[in-house]
Nanobody, 125 residues
Framework: QVLLVESGGGLVQAGGSLRLSCAAS????????MGWFRQAPGKEREFVAV???????YYADSVKGRFTISRDNAKNAAYLQMNSLKPEDTAVYYC???????????????????WGQGTQVTVSS
């Protein structure tokens, strides 16, 4: 059992920054791929960023250069630093973990084993 809890969401103006945290409990996630996904009203859940067990990273084109994903295995946590936020970044952001033996990053939401409940990010113009 792994519990994931996101925090750090809120309301910011365009151009501002937020740092999202994903705290894991119940099991170490050091061997897992940790991903961030988001879902805006009326839209499908979309991939944002992922960091593998060996800290390889991959970003969606829409956030590349603005967002940075990281992890701290000692704290059993993952983070998403979001800079230069845009109104189109408004969504519920979800943390996810995938336990497997992947050597490449996994971008598909359905491949992830565990999910947090999400945290709302709203970017005003």
């Amino acid at each position: 059992q792994v519990l994931l809890v996101e925090s750090g969401g809120g309301l910011v103006q365009a151009g501002g920054s937020l740092r999202l945290s994903c705290a894991a409990s119940g099991r170490a996630v050091s061997s897992a791929h940790m991903g961030w996904f988001r879902q805006a009203p009326g839209k499908e859940r979309e991939f944002v960023a992922v960091i593998s067990w060996n800290k390889s990273t991959y970003y969606a084109d829409s956030v590349k250069g603005r967002f940075t994903i990281s992890r701290d295995n000692a704290k059993n946590a993952a983070y998403l630093q979001m800079n230069s936020l845009k109104p189109e970044d408004t969504a519920v952001y979800y943390c996810a973990a995938r336990f497997g033996f992947d050597t490449s990053v996994v971008l598909t939401a359905t491949a992830y084993n565990y999910w947090g409940q999400g945290t709302q990010v709203t970017v005003s113009s």
